[in-house]
């Protein structure tokens, strides 16, 4: 029997209606992230889903405002960071750090080494909670470890050690500030709203190490990228969508697809840009940057007390602090459009194989300090049997070739964007810094390469990962 009229969806393309049968793989509707889909309804979202811990409305961040408090029990840690911040630490390579200044740190140390040694037991069963120990743990730790005498080693008290080892653990991420503690859950609202995608004007960071508004908008500024970036992630779901039906009309829709695509990296490039207006580039390198310092190969070690008593427990292999590249929307885009997979080298790489491997490997090592569910949604990408590059490189279609070259421009320029601020806010103070320092006679506080937060050499990296998505752009056929 014929359907009714009632019974099909129109679409049009080019101007030309087309016509679907209303139970049309095309044609269903889109369950919900939160509150699941339609009965009877298959559920086709391939990118927004719970195994992932993704959220529809606000991507890789928490639905609602992480949690800003631990229950009772845990509330010494608490204390010990709000002493923290009240306190306003110092750190120890300040070079006007008065007297004054470092006995009101060792203060705060002994604090830290006499709390008790709390058990874990009443967290593991929740992921939220998890989450904010390790947020304040982590936080706790940066301040005790850089507000040390620069001469002293550096033994992690035990009190703090082992509970931050074992919710390490159970949350599989390294004992170290990452990304995730100071961005993804690290923010809330200025003002209350039941509206359920948060304002990028309405946001306020919950922990600051220096309390400054510099330190909160470079915060905030990768929180909205990450809330912009839900459009981003959108898209790529429904391109995986019509991936799977791979007709014309799926083909066609594609290519619109990826034209907005190319027009939402944009913003987030603009956001990026946006730090200018809120972060002073001086404040940042000498101030705030070297709060987030990880653990330096070829400086002090950390020692944590009492891990040779929890065999259970194991000593971390490398602690990189945070970085922007442990930012999984960043990574989901390069492995969506396959912009680091199988491309030419340059000549400079055929000479050079190691530096190609060490970005890689680089690239890989970041997603130790991402979210385990993240890091699951990543190896959901690289896993799709569709692969975008290789649908757009063997369609034979120019618009749609066009349309992938201009959302992989588009990444492209948001890396350049992530060169001029790294220019801007690390490589011109450190300079800076070092023709100070020569002047003065003392040693500048960057030896050798400049490194990011997370340990990489700064410019070598970057420079190479812009390139490598340069190059990704594929030829129309004539």
């Known amino acids: 029997m014929a359907l009714s009229q009632q019974e099909y969806r129109d679409y049009e393309i080019d101007d030309i209606p087309i016509v679907l049968p209303a139970q049309h793989f095309l044609s269903l509707g889109r369950p919900d992230v939160i509150f699941g889909g339609v009965a009877g309804v298959p559920d086709t979202t391939t990118l ?20 800003q408090r631990l229950p009772p029990q845990w509330e010494h840690w608490e204390e010990i960071l709000d002493l923290c911040r009240d306190g306003k630490l110092q750190l120890a390579e300040k070079p ?26 009443g967290l593991v069963d929740s992921e939220i909670k998890l989450r904010r ?51 993804l859950y690290n923010w809330d609202l200025v003002t209350p709203s039941d509206d359920p995608t948060p304002a990028i004007d309405n946001l306020r960071c919950q922990t600051l190490m220096t309390g400054t508004s510099d ?14 970036g839900v459009q981003a992630l959108e898209i790529m779901r429904s391109i995986m969508d019509e991936a799977f039906v791979g007709d014309d009309i799926a083909i066609h829709r594609i290519t619109g697809y990826l034209q907005s695509l190319a027009e939402v990296v944009p ?88 530096a190609s491997h060490s970005r890689v490997s680089l690239l890989e090592e970041m997603r130790n300090y991402m979210p385990r569910h993240h890091r699951r949604f990543l190896v959901h990408l690289q896993g799709n049997p569709r692969p975008v590059r290789q649908l757009v490189a063997n369609s034979g279609n120019e618009a749609l070739v ?7 421009k588009a990444v492209k320029e948001l ?64």
Not at 215 to 228: D, G, K, N, Q
Not at 419 to 438: E, F, G, S
Not at 440 to 461: I, N, Y
């Open 133 to 183: 120990a390790h947020h304040v743990l982590t936080f706790i730790l940066h301040s005790y470890i850089h507000s040390l005498p620069l001469d002293a080693p550096i033994l992690i008290p035990e009190p703090l050690a082992i509970p931050l080892l074992r919710v390490s653990q159970h949350l599989a991420l390294p004992p170290v500030l990452t990304y995730s503690d100071d961005v």
């Open 402 to 408: 066009q349309a992938y070259n201009a959302a992989v």
């Open 215 to 228: 330190e909160e908008e470079f915060y905030l500024a990768s929180t909205r990228i990450e809330l912009c």
């Open 267 to 354: 913003q987030m490039r603009d956001l990026l840009l946006k730090i200018k207006d809120g972060v002073n580039p001086d404040i940042f390198y000498n101030q705030i940057r070297p709060w987030f310092r990880g653990m330096d190969p070829d400086g002090r070690h950390w020692e944590f007390e009492g891990l040779e008593n929890h065999p259970e427990l194991e000593y971390p292999p490398k602690l990189a602090g945070p970085s922007a590249g442990q930012s999984t929307l960043i990574h989901s885009m390069d492995i969506f459009l396959g912009t680091d997979e199988g491309l030419p080298s340059t000549n400079a790489e055929a000479n050079d194989h190691s």
């Open 48 to 67: 927004a889903a719970h195994d992932f811990d993704l959220d529809n409305r606000t991507g890789f961040l928490p639905p609602q405002p992480p949690l």
């Open 96 to 121: 006007s750090l008065t007297e004054a200044e470092s006995l009101h740190s060792e203060g705060w140390r002994d604090s830290v080494r006499l709390m008790p040694l709390l058990p874990i037991d």
């Open 415 to 478: 890396r350049d964007a992530h060169l001029i601020i790294v220019t801007m806010y690390i490589i011109q103070p450190a300079k800076r810094a070092r023709v100070a320092a020569a002047v003065g006679g003392a040693s500048s506080r960057e030896r050798g390469p400049l490194k990011g937060t997370g340990g990489t050499d700064l410019v070598k990296f970057l420079k190479g990962v812009r390139d490598r998505t340069a190059r990704a752009t594929l030829d129309a056929e004539p």
